[in-house]
């Protein structure tokens, strides 16, 4: 499989939302299919998906596509000013006229079908609350096998910088493909491999996490580190699933993510699987809370409690903490 054309749209969908997040960023808000949860929605979340469904509709014209956005959502929280601001960019970036006909079909390109022999999980762009804040965010397309394993993957991360938690990075592009993990600058260059870190003394370890208090318990994440025998870990806390790719390529060296207590949100397919794939190409580990593997074979919600994603050496030692953590909780 030739991501080329993939790491293209990418890039043209990183353009895109650096315009939008420059020139005209609103923001509506959307109600999500899964049991009324809200989330921010903005015109970059269109305009990124279509160029990529549009790209995957040229060369991978077979294939399955689970995606964050879709036509008819598009239609309906969007006025007629904001539609043209779109159609014009597109225009612009893509070279081609592009009309209302085409955004809507690229936006549903390839959904509902359930019989493909590979399929797209695409957030065109993850974090959008860090995204409408001008902090992190990212572009995720990752690949599922006809099992519904990760396997390959594209992530454009705008705002990666060396050092982690600082903003306005020239930014990055991750990729995974047979088995091995590259990274790319955004602004085009060569390809170098990433693996994972061997770090794991107490003290030198990094530890990322979501910024937004609402996405994950920082408690019962610092509550893990403790157990792990991480309390002195360095903690950098971003949006979006730049966080595996930080774990990727050794900047970071674990990825906690578990829900407040009480949180009945469901875990989305696109928010993890092109981090999945990445990370493991990379030679590190990502699974459930009890060190099970997360599960992709389901369609838009994985059924998994959380994610617990290391540098491999590190692993044990989560889940090992992680469930101490749980049987704590379930004791109480
Ligand atoms: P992050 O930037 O890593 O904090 O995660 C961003 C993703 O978190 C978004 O794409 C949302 O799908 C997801 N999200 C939004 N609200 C919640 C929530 N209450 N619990 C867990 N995940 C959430
Ligand atoms: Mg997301």
Request: proline share 4%.
């Amino acid at each position: 499989m030739n991501l080329d054309p993939i790491k293209e749209a990418v890039r043209q969908a990183a353009k895109l939302c650096r315009q939008i997040q420059t020139h005209s960023l609103t923001s509506s808000t959307k109600h999500s299919k899964e049991k009324g949860y809200t989330e921010p929605v903005t015109l970059a979340d269109y305009g990124s998906q279509a160029i990529i469904c549009r790209a995957l509709s040229q060369h991978f014209p077979d294939d399955a596509v689970i995606s964050e956005e879709a036509g008819a959502q598009f239609l309906e929280l969007t006025d007629e000013n904001a539609r043209a601001q779109v159609f014009n960019l597109l225009t612009n970036l893509l070279d081609v006229n592009v009309t209302q006909d085409d955004v809507v079909r690229w936006l549903d390109f390839g959904s509902g079908r359930d019989d493909a022999q590979r399929t797209w999980v695409i957030d065109p762009i993850d974090g959008t609350k860090g995204f409408i804040n001008l902090r992190h965010y990212s572009i995720g397309v990752g690949i599922l096998d006809a099992d519904g394993q990760p396997v390959a993957s594209v992530i454009g991360a705008p705002g990666y910088a060396e050092n982690m938690a600082e903003e306005g990075g020239a930014g990055m592009i991750f990729y995974a493909q047979d088995n091995a993990a590259y990274a790319e600058p955004l602004a085009g260059g060569e390809a170098t491999p990433i693996t994972v870190s061997s770090r794991a003394d107490n003290g030198d370890v990094r530890v990322v996490q979501s910024y937004e208090k609402s996405h994950a318990s920082k408690s019962r994440m610092a509550t893990v580190r403790e157990k792990a025998d991480l309390s002195e870990a360095h903690i950098y806390e971003l949006d979006s699933m730049e966080k595996y790719a930080l774990v990727a390529c050794g900047d970071a060296d674990v990825y906690l993510r578990l829900p407040n207590i009480n949180s009945t949100r469901p875990h989305m397919s696109w928010d993890h699987a092109a981090g999945v794939a990445l990370v493991h190409a990379a030679g590190g580990k990502a699974t459930d809370v009890d060190g099970s593997p997360l599960v992709f074979s389901d369609g838009r919600i994985m059924p998994n409690q959380g994610m617990l994603v290391s540098n491999g050496v590190l692993h044990e030692r989560i889940v090992a903490a992680t469930q101490a953590l749980l049987a704590e909780e379930a004791a109480d």
